[in-house]
């Protein structure tokens, strides 16, 4: 049985523990035959929390929620699940169309049409994701993480690469705009421009690393 920490520090170091061990998660199940589905999220929730906040870990919340410096209200969570539920269905639809662009993206050699639609496919459904788990909020605590994991998940499973949103100053207002801009015109287009950023960091910094570019 795990014991909860005992004060905000301990609390802190094992969120920070959890996010590492959720990030190695989502890297060994994108590269696994396994399924995704909208339960994949709660396995990706308990990863970050099971040993700094089991009561909550995987669990969808039981209680309203307000975000800070937000204008956007959850919903009651009595409709949780029945919303969690309801998406299931979308992104099950969305993941059906990306079947063939994992094969395409990891074997493709030359940037042609098809490659940069396969790209971009795979990059709005993962903004979508990221989205939807934001805008429901469906766990008591972490859902930013989550939801930038479960995008993470989506850009792995399908030939890319995992990335890190940047979140200080400017760019987390930026953020939170692109996620305010979905929620009020159902534009996704600032927040797949902040991947897409993180993609190109991330291959950067792939070819400093490995080939010394």
């Keep these: 049985m795990v014991v909860r920490p005992q004060n905000e520090e301990e609390l802190q170091k094992r969120e920070a523990i959890g996010v590492i061990r959720a990030s190695?998660?989502?890297?060994?199940?994108?590269?696994?035959?396994?399924?995704i589905d909208i339960e994949t999220l709660s396995l990706?929730?308990?990863?970050?929390?099971?040993?700094a906040w089991p009561e909550i870990a995987g669990k969808y919340r039981d209680e309203n929620l307000e975000i800070t410096d937000s204008k956007h209200l959850p919903p009651h969570h009595s409709k949780v699940f029945e919303q969690m539920s309801e998406a299931s269905k979308e992104f099950s639809s969305k993941l059906n169309k990306l079947e063939q662009v994992e094969g395409l993206l990891i074997k493709a050699t030359v940037q042609n049409d098809e490659m940069i639609q396969a790209v971009d496919n795979v990059v709005d459904c993962a903004a979508w994701i990221h989205h939807l788990i934001t805008f429901i909020h469906p766990f008591r605590d972490g859902n930013g993480r989550t939801a930038r994991l479960a995008a993470n998940l989506i850009l792995e499973r399908y030939g890319l690469i995992g990335i890190s949103i940047k979140m200080e100053k400017e760019n987390k207002n930026r953020y939170r705009q692109a996620l305010a801009q979905i929620d009020s015109v159902k534009d996704y287009e600032p927040l797949k421009a902040?991947?897409?950023?993180?993609?190109?960091?991330?291959?950067?910094?792939?070819?400093?690393?490995y080939y010394n570019a």
């Design 24 to 35: 190695r998660f989502v890297r060994r199940y994108a590269g696994s035959h396994k399924s």
């Design 44 to 51: 990706v929730h308990a990863e970050i929390f099971k040993e």
């Design 194 to 209: 902040i991947i897409y950023e993180g993609l190109i960091d991330r291959y950067n910094g792939v070819g400093v690393k």
